[in-house]
């Protein structure tokens, strides 16, 4: 499913929901009419709640974001602060057309399916290093 996703979060309000189509989260943006103070967009996953930004009139009032909310999660979005707070993003493809099929995997030798496989065991190795977090003094949440 492809598309808009949207949603105003009022304050005082908590909206949850168990996602049924996986979605892109990429702006979260003050209402046009506004009161004066900071407004604080949460989401709570798994029992645990993260502030995605705060936004202030006249200063900060648009954040852009960079989350994926996956089909099956338990979801809740709130709003400290005065102001409402519009998020919104677009619906993920699903992964089911993003595989080989059998016409593409003919194209490639067993010489080549040895070659891929080192590049593939190569490319693991750099992504295994790349999730690698180094932080001084930080206490992980689990």
Aim: glycine residues 8%; charged residues 35%; proline residues 3%.
């Amino acid at each position: 499913m492809l598309g808009f996703w949207g949603l105003t979060v009022f304050p005082e309000k908590t909206y949850s929901q168990v996602v049924e189509n996986s979605f892109k989260l990429s702006m979260a943006a003050l209402d046009e009419e506004t009161k004066p103070g900071r407004s604080s967009i949460r989401v709570t996953v798994d029992k645990k709640t993260f502030i995605l930004c705060s936004l202030t009139p006249g200063n900060v009032e648009q954040q852009t974001l960079d989350l994926v909310f996956t089909e099956g999660e338990e979801i809740t979005f709130s709003v400290s602060g005065d102001n409402s707070v519009h998020l919104s993003g677009n619906y993920l493809p699903d992964d089911e057309g993003m595989d080989f099929d059998s016409d593409e995997e003919d194209m490639y030798g067993d010489e080549d399916d040895e070659d891929m496989d080192e590049d593939e065991e190569d490319e693991e190795e750099d992504d295994e290093e790349e999730n690698v977090i180094v932080t001084k003094g930080a206490k992980r949440v689990a």
